[in-house]
């Protein structure tokens, strides 16, 4: 099924201290899971990854929202998801050089998906056309609200007036101290994804455990296995304090696919346990939460912060 796309770029152009055009924008794509008003604020430009329910293709966050597709899961559809369609990135990156601004794309991570070799396929193919174009794409390594943090962090530097290469200096800051702490409710949704066996999904459902991962090196992996919601969030919560230099002056991920309630919990924990009450919540999206299933919570956070320059 061939899917239709209509662009809305918004051209992000700022005047540097010297007077002159400054023209950087911050691309991601859906899976980065950031909510509308920090898109719009920071005027990022979100492409849509593709995800496949009872045979029709979507485009994550255009014609299907997060919610429709945990009302699918949860009356037993298997959805499936793609990246991004090249056709979309390379106009994405097309119109941002003809126009003469600077992009940096930062995608899901390339151990999960496609999009990242596909983009930069793509980013040769616009350099051809447009060779003095400031294009880069950049492998986040992360999923999720995860890099949806690199990719707000990169975005207020843009608007800043930050410079590309200092922009590309605290993506790669980012990259190599982001944590992931996470836990699903129901382990049947990473079976079918591969990552446990049938038996650990059978014993897991009848002993109610419930693991705890993690990401490395832009990959998935079991980290422990606890009995109980609420022992999990507390861990995940001691795994944070243990691994973060400080928990200060940072900004905490949680997001969660479709349990606000469990969400405000994991909050409320983080603040008593560490004061820090900058925390961003928001939904996991379809190109995650397809994987993942309902009921997933993840945590996100940096271990060690990035000086101020």
């Known amino acids: 099924m061939e899917i239709a796309f209509s662009s809305n770029l918004k051209l992000n152009y700022r005047k540097s201290q010297a007077g002159e055009m400054t023209m950087i924008t911050i691309i991601t794509d859906t899976g ?58 390379k106009e994405t990156l097309t119109s941002f050089a003809r126009n003469g ?46 890099y949806g943090l690199m990719v707000y962090e990169a975005a207020k530097e843009a608007k800043e007036g930050r410079s590309f290469n200092e922009i ?24 079918r994804g591969g990552r446990v066996s049938k038996t650990a999904a059978v014993m897991g459902t009848l002993l109610k455990i419930k693991p705890v991962l993690h990401m490395e090196d832009g990959k998935l992996f079991p980290l422990e296995k606890l009995r109980g919601k609420k022992k999990v969030l507390g861990r995940m919560v001691e795994i944070m304090k243990e691994r973060a230099a400080t928990l200060d002056n940072i900004t905490i991920g949680i997001s969660h696919a479709d349990d606000t309630e469990t ?7 983080i603040i008593e346990e560490t004061g820090n009450k900058n925390i961003l919540i928001t939904m996991i999206g379809c190109a995650i939460g397809a994987h993942a299933g309902p009921g997933t919570i993840a945590l996100f956070f940096l271990n060690t912060p990035k000086k101020v320059s």
Not at 71 to 82: D, L, R, Y
Not at 107 to 116: D, F, P, Q, V
Not at 117 to 128: D, R
């Open 263 to 269: 969400a405000q919990a994991l909050k409320e924990l």
């Open 101 to 146: 601004q600077s992009a940096i794309y930062i995608t899901l991570s390339s151990g999960i998906s496609g999009t990242y070799q596909t983009a930069v396929l793509m980013k040769n193919e616009v350099l051809e056309d447009f060779p003095d174009a400031e294009i880069e794409v950049f492998d986040s390594q992360a999923a999720s609200l995860g």
């Open 168 to 191: 590309i200096h605290t993506l790669n800051h980012y990259r190599d101290h982001l944590e992931h702490i996470f836990t699903v409710d129901d382990l049947e949704y990473l079976l």
């Open 32 to 89: 980065s899971d950031l909510p509308k008003q920090i898109l719009d604020e920071y005027e990022i430009t979100m492409l849509p990854l593709v995800v496949q329910v009872n045979n029709e293709e979507f485009l994550d966050r255009s014609n299907i929202e997060p919610k429709q597709l945990y009302t699918h899961m949860k009356e037993g559809s298997v959805p499936k998801t793609a990246q991004v369609p090249p056709s979309i990135i």
